[in-house]
């Protein structure tokens, strides 16, 4: 009897272990960038924190503020993404602000490698000889780590700053725009491209100096709340126009609703 009852048990227990696993886990939005996409506080924001309010999906917000393509991934912040991210879940990434200057002098850590391929600079950052490469070539092996994994990527073209500045309206797409388009074709059909600058840019236009002067309350390139949240929904009207892309079905708003124009 005690045998039979202890076959029965452990009939049941291999039935439990046997069932196929089912994992309740909402796909997530993982967000990769700088200062303009990150948390900050006071007249300060950046538009990640904005997103969420448009998604029905989870989003986990990993911009820090003062990161380039370089210095994200040389932190092991791309690969603590990498290491999280479930089949499905997607992945925006956004730099351009940090990742310009020159390495001739003192090296900041953060200056990528001129160039849109495989070029390499040897450089000193804080007394270690390093080897830097190319914006384009750090944003791909990040993102081509990701598909591996399963995640759909989603790179975005920086925020203009203001263009406002200069008294009439100026915007001019730099050379991290041509990149990160270039980026998510190399990346290939697990890549997606949004001109999020471009976007942003025209709603800018269109709602007039005094407006977005005050959404740049402490320098050209941060956001205060309110631009924050325009700056969020530049990005997903520019995911909207092109079907939603790997965030059809999860977008709250419908193309419409959304300020600005199709490009
Ligand atoms: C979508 O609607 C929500 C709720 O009304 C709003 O908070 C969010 O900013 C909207 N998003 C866009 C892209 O307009």
Known sequence: MVATQFLYALGLATTALGAPHVEKRAQTVWLAGDSTMAKASGTQ???????????????????IGGRSARSFTVEGRFQTIIDSVKANDIVIIEFGHNDGGSLNGQDNGRTACPGAGDE?????????????????????????????????????????????EGGSFSYAPGRFTTYSRDVAKAIGANAIFVDHGQYTANIFQTLGKAKVDAFFPNDHTHTSPAGADVVQRAFVKGLLCQGGGFLNGFIKNSTASVEGKCI
């Open 45 to 63: 924001q950046g538009w990640g924190v904005y997103l969420p309010y448009s998604l029905s999906l989870p989003v986990t917000n990993n911009a």
């Open 120 to 164: 390499t600079c040897q450089s000193t950052y804080n007394g270690q000889a390093v080897t830097v490469l190319t914006y384009p070539k750090y944003l791909t092996n990040a993102g081509k780590a990701l598909v591996a994994k399963g995640a759909k990527v989603i790179i975005s073209s920086p925020t203009p700053n203001n263009p406002w």
